[in-house]
């Protein structure tokens, strides 16, 4: 006999090979679902927890002892990302002490007070 296998023994070989990868590639697809599937979960629960969006918020400045730079309402895309929500209370407070309302949302309007 021959020291070289058969045709047919590498045929079986290349299907071992073959069916190895396949189970490889399985178990890191399968891993890769059940990590998408956590991910989106935790995406789902995060939107639900999340607390809602505050009526009112203060446009802080560059200094957190300075005055508010301006009262947005709550869903004004102006309002930067130095804020705070507030209550409605406060922002009244904050329009009589002569902080800005923002002239794009006017939550001084909103809040019924005519300059």
Not at 9 to 38: K, M, T, Y
Not at 42 to 60: F, I, K, M, S
Not at 90 to 109: K, N, Q, S
Request: charged share 25%; with cysteine.
């Amino acid at each position: 006999m021959s020291d070289t296998p058969s045709r047919l023994e590498l045929l079986r070989f290349a299907r071992r090979v073959v069916v190895q990868q396949a189970q490889a590639s399985l178990a890191q697809l399968d891993q890769w679902i059940a990590e998408e599937e956590r991910r989106q979960t935790e995406r789902e629960r995060g939107a639900q927890a999340r607390p809602p969006a505050p009526d009112w918020v203060l446009e802080q400045g560059l200094n957190r002892n300075a005055l508010p730079v301006a009262v947005h309402a709550g869903v004004c895309h102006m309002a930067g990302k130095r804020y705070k929500g507030v209550t409605r209370e406060t922002a009244l407070r904050a329009l009589a002490e002569g902080v800005p309302a923002c002239t794009h949302c006017r939550p001084d309007t909103e809040l019924g007070i005519l300059d």
